[in-house]
């Protein structure tokens, strides 16, 4: 059947030339980086300059990059791994994460509390989600252990002013971390000065899924999260998944290739898709911030539906979009980064995700934006 997907926000296909670059290390290529024969050597050499090209992207030094099998491990060695150092050398026991945050930091940073003592607190932010920065730099005195703030946001798009935040946290001297996840080939990232830790994984920019990357400021000292062998710096163990280090280097350098011309192809598509949803849908209101979002993130709340239901009418209609919220088939509990937009529970629970992609065509666009509002006022009529 025809289907337009819509949800590239949730993942995206592999790149066809990434997957060509991958392919040999399954099979030939095969060797153990750790080990000491030609074998290992060519895998190691490999991983290395996989490693290379992604610091020079991020213009960071190569030591600085860990890699590790996701956003979510990524989230959790940052927040959990400094945490855990910064309480053993200084006593610092708070951990300040903002209310908007993937559940990748916000499960870490509540498990810290509940099962470590540590004290979480939450960075206040304005009904599009942006961190207050006065209230913010209020919270700093006393004993921070870390500061975590989303740079993207995978539910509403809104982009955070990451580097006022990472210039306030760094003039306290206070580890600050980003979850990028959803802003990494969104966003020209460049490391330096910005932040400690940077969160990001492949498969939300047309790499493979299960590899992400963090980057640590070469001086902030961590705790592993996963103990064991010596690799990445001693702060991640177990054997390198060599094909998809190969493949998430590969897909950054190549979010990099027309990337002005893929970002305004990205902002056009989503402006149509903003503007037509206001204007046909009644009582629909974008979530988010409307300026400061991610180029191909459209979100919305439309008001006396489920939007459960409405992503599962979409997709018999032969669309695949999101709910953007975390809440399943038969969970009808909303949103709690809706929530904490002051949007009130009723209204949470009709949101609705639109994100689109390289493949995205005006055509689906159009046709998209013809169907829905006949499919929502079947909801509606129900
Ligand atoms: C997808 C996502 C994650 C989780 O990343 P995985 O690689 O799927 O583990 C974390 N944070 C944000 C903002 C995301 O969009």
């Known amino acids: 059947m025809y289907n337009t997907y819509l949800d590239y926000a949730a993942t995206t296909p592999v790149d066809d030339e990434v997957l060509e670059v991958m392919l040999p290390y399954f099979n030939q290529k ?28 991020l213009e960071c030094e190569p030591v600085e990059i860990i890699f ?53 607190e ?17 919270m700093l ?79 902030l000292k961590i705790f592993p999260t996963q103990t064991g062998g010596a690799q990445e710096m001693g702060l991640r163990a177990g054997t390198h998944n060599v094909p998809y280090i190969i493949g998430i280097a590969a897909a950054l350098v190549k979010t990099r290739r027309d990337f002005e011309k893929l970002q305004s192809q990205y902002a056009a598509h989503r402006d149509r ?12 209101t974008l979530t988010g911030h409307p300026i400061s979002r991610l180029n191909n993130h459209a979100s919305f709340v ?34 709690e980064v809706l929530l904490a937009l002051g949007i009130a529970p009723d209204n949470a629970k009709g949101s609705l995700r639109v994100t689109v992609g390289r493949d995205t065509t005006d055509e689906q666009i159009t046709k998209f934006l013809e169907d829905i509002p006949e499919i929502i006022s079947r909801l509606k009529a129900q």
């Open 302 to 335: 439309i008001n006396g539906i489920d939007g459960n239901q409405l992503v599962m009418a979409l997709d018999i209609a032969g669309y695949s979009c999101s709910s953007g919220s975390a809440c399943k088939t038969g969970n009808p509990e909303p949103s």
């Open 122 to 138: 939450y960075i206040p932010v304005d009904n599009f989600g942006v961190v207050k920065l006065p209230d913010f730099k209020k």
């Open 30 to 57: 095969f060797g153990n980086p750790s080990s000491v024969h030609r074998h290992g050597q060519q895998a190691e050499g490999a991983v290395e300059s996989a490693r290379e090209s992604i610091a020079s992207l």
């Open 141 to 219: 005195a006393g004993d921070v252990a870390i500061v975590s703030a989303i740079y993207g946001n995978n539910e509403i798009g809104t982009i955070n002013p990451i580097n006022e935040i990472g210039q306030i946290c760094s003039e306290m001297g206070i580890p600050f971390h980003t979850d990028a996840v959803q802003a990494m080939g969104y966003v020209e990232i460049k490391a330096k000065g910005h932040f400690d830790l940077l969160s990001a994984g492949a498969h939300k920019f047309y790499g493979p899924k299960g590899v992400g990357l963090l980057y640590k400021n070469r001086n």
């Open 68 to 120: 590790t099998s996701g956003g979510s491990e990524s989230d959790n060695l940052a927040i959990r791994g400094t945490a855990l150092a910064r309480r053993s050398r200084m006593n610092a026991n708070r951990v300040l994460i903002t209310p908007v945050e993937h559940e990748a930091v916000g499960r870490t940073a509540r498990q810290l509390q509940d099962l470590y003592g540590f004290k979480l």
């Open 273 to 284: 898709i903003i503007t037509g949803i206001i204007n046909r849908i009644e009582g629909a």
